[in-house]
């Protein structure tokens, strides 16, 4: 099992940025595709983001498309999230994931490692 910490998370005023960063332990990052999902208060885990193994394929959810952009650094055993011209309805705790395989995942259940989230909050 690969150990996931998020971080990056904050207040962010509507039209602004942030980025987040999942920092993986172990060795064998290179084998684990990894996604960002998010939770709202009273809504359903959604799955925002993810991207395989290598880094040569992405997911993005319509609802994202166009503003946020995930990347995946092995050698940094480190994945990110950038998030650009955010809106209130961006507000969640944002979870990194991850699980090995070869394919892109796109959906939540597919991941099988977890981290703690961080929470994003777009206010002004």
């Known amino acids: 099992q690969v150990q996931l910490v998020e971080s990056g998370g904050g207040l962010v005023q509507p039209g602004g940025s942030l980025r987040l960063s999942c920092k993986a332990s172990g060795r064998t990052f290179s084998s684990y595709a990894v996604g960002w999902l998010r939770q709202a208060p009273g809504k359903e885990r959604e799955l925002v983001a993810s991207?395989?193994?290598?880094?040569?394929?992405?997911y993005y959810a319509d609802s994202v498309k166009g503003r946020f952009t995930v990347s995946k650094d092995n050698a940094k055993n480190t994945v990110y999230l950038q998030m650009n011209s955010l809106t209130p309805e961006d507000t969640a705790v944002y979870y990194c994931?991850?699980?090995?395989?070869?394919?892109?995942?796109?959906?939540?259940?597919?991941?099988?490692?977890w981290g703690q989230g961080t929470q994003v909050t777009v206010s002004s």
């Open positions: 994931a991850a699980t090995v395989t070869t394919w892109i995942i796109r959906q939540a259940s597919d991941f099988g490692s």
């Open positions: 991207i395989s193994r290598s880094g040569g394929s992405t």
